[in-house]
């Protein structure tokens, strides 16, 4: 076993000391399931409500992406991600410190201008239980509002815009997301197949063409700018497939106000077990791809030295938006999890070209899986 696999045990058994995590499944029983809380076709997103926390839930994600500067020349990029996990422990242990809900966070900062010498890329993360009940000066998510906390890190719905912050050794932001758009909601109305199997599946809603303004720092030097951002909030039960391995996804601000979702859940020789995504432009209503309408194409890799996994980091996309070529706009931007949620992946600033080669877009791009099986 490596090093930081060990660290990662170490840090969760001091985290959850009264068991062994138990199947995330056993957490959904009948007694625990707040009334809306259940992952189903038939349930219809409300807000501001459904920008909270649903406590039930195995798994929860809010995701923050976007980037500084201009179009032409963008600066930096920055990803922040609050995860919930519920562990299905301790749910009759009335402590504070019962481990009923795992909280993690990522941030990563990619500053364009800088050479590799100068590290152009940093991350930090952060790990916390909670008991699930009452707000705790560690970390908790808020049910009913947008608001989740892990010590001095933060995402919080402000009304007319999300307010990101993070402050550590290595890198800082502090943004302000405004929102410009209707919110999006992945799928059939915020319900997005993730499999075959009817339960693969999760609510899902995105904010698309955030405005977003603040200051970013990393390594010592800091930033301020303007420019864009998307958020992707999503819940689930269940939503890998036994034999996926991980996924590839994209979300992506066009110039002329549109968005662009696409992603593909892939087994282990690379073939996609299930596809999907959407495409909205200004002012319309969004057009959900059926997982035959995409395609993914990988094309140039870069193979990471710190862990040796190879990343497709140039894509063509064929979908019915159109083609499109996807490149990242740094190679090296790695993200090392192993010591919150257990996993390596890539997730970058990335352009989007049309088929006469002209950047049309910015977004972030996700890989999960080329360093291992992900695990959720």
């Given at each position: 076993m490596n090093p930081q696999?060990?660290?990662?045990?170490?840090?969760?058994?001091?985290?959850?000391?009264?068991?062994?995590?138990?199947?995330?499944?056993?957490?959904?029983?009948?007694?625990?399931?707040?009334?809306?809380?259940?992952?189903?076709?038939?349930?219809?997103?409300?807000?501001p409500q459904d920008h909270g926390a649903h406590?039930?839930?195995?798994?929860?994600?809010?995701?923050?992406?976007?980037?500084?500067?201009?179009?032409?020349?963008?600066?930096?990029?920055?990803?922040?991600?609050?995860?919930?996990?519920?562990?299905?422990?301790a749910e009759g242990n009335?402590?504070?410190?019962?481990?009923?809900q795992l909280l993690f966070a990522h941030a990563a900062v990619t500053a364009l201008a800088l050479s590799d010498a100068a590290r152009p890329h940093g991350h930090d993360q952060r790990i916390v239980r909670w008991n699930g009940r009452e707000p705790?000066?560690?970390?908790?998510?808020?049910?009913?509002?947008?608001?989740?906390?892990?010590?001095?890190?933060?995402?919080?719905?402000?009304?007319?815009?999300w307010r990101a912050r993070a402050d550590g050794p290595a890198l800082a932001l502090d943004?302000?997301?405004?929102?410009?758009?209707?919110?999006?909601?992945?799928?059939?109305?915020?319900?997005?197949?993730?499999?075959?199997?009817?339960?693969?599946?999760?609510?899902?809603?995105?904010?698309?063409?955030?405005?977003?303004?603040?200051?970013?720092?990393?390594?010592?030097?800091?930033?301020?700018?303007?420019?864009r951002a998307w958020l992707d909030h999503e819940w689930s039960d269940q939503i890998l497939a036994a034999d996926a391995v991980g996924w590839d996804w994209m979300g992506i601000n066009l110039f002329d106000g549109s968005a662009l979702?696409?992603?593909?859940?892939?087994?282990?020789?690379?073939?996609?077990?299930?596809?999907?995504g959407s495409f909205r432009a200004a002012g319309a209503a969004p057009r959900s791809f059926a997982p035959d309408e995409l395609r993914l194409i990988a094309g140039r890799?870069?193979?990471?030295?710190?862990?040796?996994?190879?990343?497709?980091?140039?894509?063509?996309?064929?979908?019915?938006a159109g083609r499109h070529s996807l490149r990242a706009l740094a190679d090296a931007q790695e993200l090392d999890s192993r010591a919150s949620t257990g996993t390596v992946y890539w997730e970058g600033l990335s352009e989007l070209l049309d088929g006469q080669g002209r950047r049309v877009g910015l977004g972030y791009l996700e890989m999960t899986g080329y360093a291992g099986a992900l695990k959720l």
């Open positions: 696999r060990r660290r990662w045990l170490r840090r969760l058994a001091a985290l959850a000391p009264l068991a062994p995590l138990a199947p995330m499944a056993a957490a959904s029983g009948p007694n625990h399931t707040p009334p809306g809380d259940t992952i189903s076709a038939d349930r219809m997103l409300a807000f406590l039930a839930a195995r798994t929860e994600w809010w995701y923050a992406t976007g980037w500084l500067g201009s179009e032409a020349a963008p600066t930096h990029g920055f990803q922040i991600t609050f995860f919930r996990s519920r562990t299905g422990l009335p402590s504070r410190f019962a481990a009923r705790a000066a560690g970390g908790h998510a808020a049910v009913g509002s947008g608001a989740v906390q892990l010590g001095g890190w933060s995402l919080h719905d402000n009304g007319d815009a943004l302000r997301l405004a929102r410009s758009q209707p919110l999006l909601r992945q799928g059939r109305a915020g319900f997005s197949r993730k499999g075959p199997e009817a339960g693969q599946a999760s609510h899902y809603y995105s904010e698309v063409q955030l405005a977003a303004s603040g200051r970013l720092a990393l390594e010592g030097r800091e930033a301020q700018g303007q420019g979702t696409a992603f593909v859940l892939r087994r282990a020789d690379g073939s996609a077990l299930w596809a999907g890799r870069w193979r990471s030295p710190a862990t040796g996994a190879s990343y497709p980091v140039a894509w063509q996309l064929v979908s019915p």
